[in-house]
């Protein structure tokens, strides 16, 4: 059967109902969650603080790290064990490359800014839900930035081109699959994630980007709203 | 530093009032405990004790009984004490803390006979069901062993079998029949400062304590697991108080349920 119309009625364009919020852990220096549909994110972030032991300390400038953990209850399958998998340091790894081109570490030598990215709700796209929600924290840290980072995925399913895949379009079976998972720098246009799993065409390809960055521009919106109602709370 | 803190704690304690204005035995407000927030789970909670925040989610998996008990399913539980919910806490496998706050929630629920495990057997000795209780910490702004314990009992209250065909869990399809809750046991910790007796203590508090006890209690007052804590020694005069404090102050927590 051709993919004609998504399941939950979406435009091909367009992403899940998403939800963003700011401070909303006390104890970090700064935190978000992000959710998108059923895909759920917390980040929290610590630091700059005392990086140990020393010898990971670099006196040039401060480092980044940062941790993907989905929660044992949180996948729609079996539960999922609670340490490190291969996946979850792989993701974590990505998610930090895709935030340090926005950050300006120079200014904490020897120090770390460790960020913590929990889900304890996951329906495809969780690495991009964990990168928006870390961006944010980082904002909400008042960590010196670049910009934002904004992330979704995209792909292919079937024949048609399409922004934020569910679960149902991630595991299609009757055609062709392609998922992308993106990070944008909204305001300079950069790509600091880019993974594929699936099969499509360069055009194809680039027309995604294309689509991703657009859906990118309206989740930056989101983040913003969220990081500037957490100071209009205060104003009341 | 934490001589300073302390000297000023007892200080306040002893005109019987808290850091934050509380008095003794007043937990922070609010209370709450919400139920079915994770949809991926059989049955969850996140409960909210002033700025302390816990995630429980249960899971349930179809497994072997353990060959003394044939015909009885049982419960694990887990905590891992994430680094995202507390500065001082760090990642890899569950330390010394992680394993006590997993086994203090684990023997509230199990020796209270909250579940009766011979209703959570299929085929006995074959097949029974195992209930995952994992426990994660949001934010730990102090007391984290009444909260955990608290949304524990909360999502077990409010979980849902997975529809099983003899074979394989389909996890995508829940059924409405539920887990039932025999009992409904509460946990109050209360500590020991200087001369004082507190329930509910925030981080600072935590910091100074010299001793503490878990009560867990059911409804009618019986009690159904105990856990001394911190580096000092009780009296029986003591433990007679926080075994007074620790049941009064659980009727208040079950209207949270």
Redesign the interface.
Known sequence: MPYEQRIDGRGFDETRPIEAKVG?????DG?AMFKIG?TWA???V?GP?NLYPRFMQNPERGILRC?Y?M?????????VR??GSRRSKEISLVTEKSLLPVLNLEEYPNSVV?V???L????AGSRCAGICAASMALADAGLEMKDLVSAVSVGKVDDKLLVDLDYSEESYKDGPVADIPIAVTPNSGRLTLLQMDGEVNKSELMKLIEAGKNACMKIYEIQKRALKEKYQEVEV | MNRELRSHIIGLLNSNIRLDGRRLTDYRKPVEAEHD?????EG?AKVRIG?T?V?V???L?VGKPYPDNPDEGTIIV?A?L??????EFE?G??GIQAIELARVVDRGIRESKALDFKKLCITAGEKVWLV?I?I?P????GNLLDAASLAAITALKHTKFPAFDGEKID??TKTDKSLELEKVPIAVTVIKIGEKLIVDPD?EEEMVVDARLTVSSIEDGTLCALQKGGDFPLTTEDISKMLDIGIEKAKELRKHL
């Open positions: 909303i852990i006390k104890r970090a935190s059923n917390y980040a929290a610590y603080r941790n953990n929660m044992p209850f949180s996948s729609s399958g079996e539960r609670p340490g460790d913590f990215i929990e304890p709700q996951t329906e | 927030v994770i949809k991926t789970a969850s700025e925040e995630m989610g249960v899971k998996e887990g891992e994430l680094p995202m919910s507390n500065p990642l496998p569950p995952v994992d994660c949001i934010n730990d702004a996890y995508k981080t």
